[in-house]
């Protein structure tokens, strides 16, 4: 197993897109700054879409000229289309964008508006386009795992999927469970046959949502299968706006305190993101589903 993983904090976007209110810019900002604080180097930071869509978004470019200036860091954000990408790179913050091409036609028409294959053509040319700009430039299949209205996602058409994105030349290649419905049997087989597939080497990435209490399960089965980056938001916040009852990402804390005990580097402070956890807590005014935040670390003997 791996010694070292990144973490990708996804809380600001994936995390607050699912509230039902809308967090105001500078709480958003807070946000970004705690987990920046905690050690964290890589965060999704905000999505360009339509804010009648996604409301919890709308403030995305403020979001972004807000950034504070953090050496080291690669700020990312969710684009769906062109239109989309041409918002972020007028920001001029972003290091990289995001794109996500749903595994069943059901979801893609549901969620962008686009089938399948009408998605992974518009993909290709926002990965093309980014490009051009010097943008990084990331793909995630969603509902890689299960769809909420077709049930089963074959594996087959998840490896062409890859396949055909990896052809593109994007930065990096994301499985996410985006309903929170897979299990640690498909992880083991997905990425190694993903990577078997692939012609030329692809950084993976995992996004689990933790809504059937497999998520943990799940980004353990990622490390044994070698993926370079795992998915998490602070105190478990978040969901998809598009599917029924999608709820909850992998809270950063948990996993953090796995990986902790593990010997598993990531560089990111825990104790930073438990106390990142009870302020966003505040900030939205009720508990979050996280449990170390709750519980605490690894208990300390008592002195004698």
């Known amino acids: 197993m791996r010694e070292e993983v990144t973490l990708l904090e996804v809380s600001p976007r994936d995390g607050l897109q699912n509230e039902p209110g809308v967090l105001p810019t500078a ?7 705690d987990a920046l604080a905690a050690g964290v180097r890589r965060i ?18 403020a979001v972004c000229a807000g ?29 990289e964008v995001g794109m996500v091409i749903p595994a069943s036609d059901t979801f893609g028409m549901r969620n962008q508006g686009m089938d399948v294959d009408r998605a992974l053509s518009v993909a290709e040319e926002v990965i093309a386009r980014a490009r051009e700009a010097g943008m990084g430039v990331q793909v995630t299949i969603a509902v890689a795992f299960g769809c909420p209205f077709e049930g089963e996602v074959p594996a087959d058409r998840v490896i062409e999927m890859a396949r055909r994105l990896a052809a593109a030349a994007p930065d990096e290649l994301c499985l996410a469970d985006t309903v929170g419905v897979g299990v640690p049997a498909q ?3 997905l990425f190694p046959a993903i990577r078997e597939a692939l012609t030329v080497p692809l950084p ?58 593990m010997g598993i580097r990531t560089g990111v402070d825990l104790p930073g993101m438990m106390a990142a956890a009870e302020r966003l807590a505040e900030r939205l005014g009720r508990a979050l589903p996280g449990l170390v935040s709750r519980a605490g670390g690894f208990p300390q003997p008592e002195a004698a």
Do not use: W
């Not at 709480?27 to 700054?33: D, H, N, Q, S």
């Not at 930071?45 to 470019?61: G, I, L, T, Y």
């Not at 353990?220 to 999608?246: E, N, R, T």
């Open 27 to 33: 709480a958003k900002l807070a946000l970004i700054e």
């Open 44 to 61: 999704e930071v905000a999505s360009f879409v339509h804010p009648k869509k996604v409301p919890q978004m709308a403030d995305a470019e």
């Open 67 to 95: 950034l504070p200036a953090a050496p080291g860091v690669r700020y990312t954000g969710l684009v769906l289309n062109m239109r989309g990408l041409e918002r972020a790179l007028a920001t001029g913050r972003l290091h």
């Open 187 to 189: 992880v083991l087989h």
């Open 204 to 261: 993976l990435r995992a996004h689990f949502h933790n809504t059937r209490n497999t998520g943990i399960a799940n980004a353990f089965a990622a490390l044994q299968a070698d993926v370079d980056v795992l998915d998490a938001s602070i105190g478990g916040v978040g969901g998809c706006p598009f599917a029924p009852k999608a709820t909850g990402n992998i809270p950063s804390e948990d996993l953090l305190y796995m990986l902790e005990r």
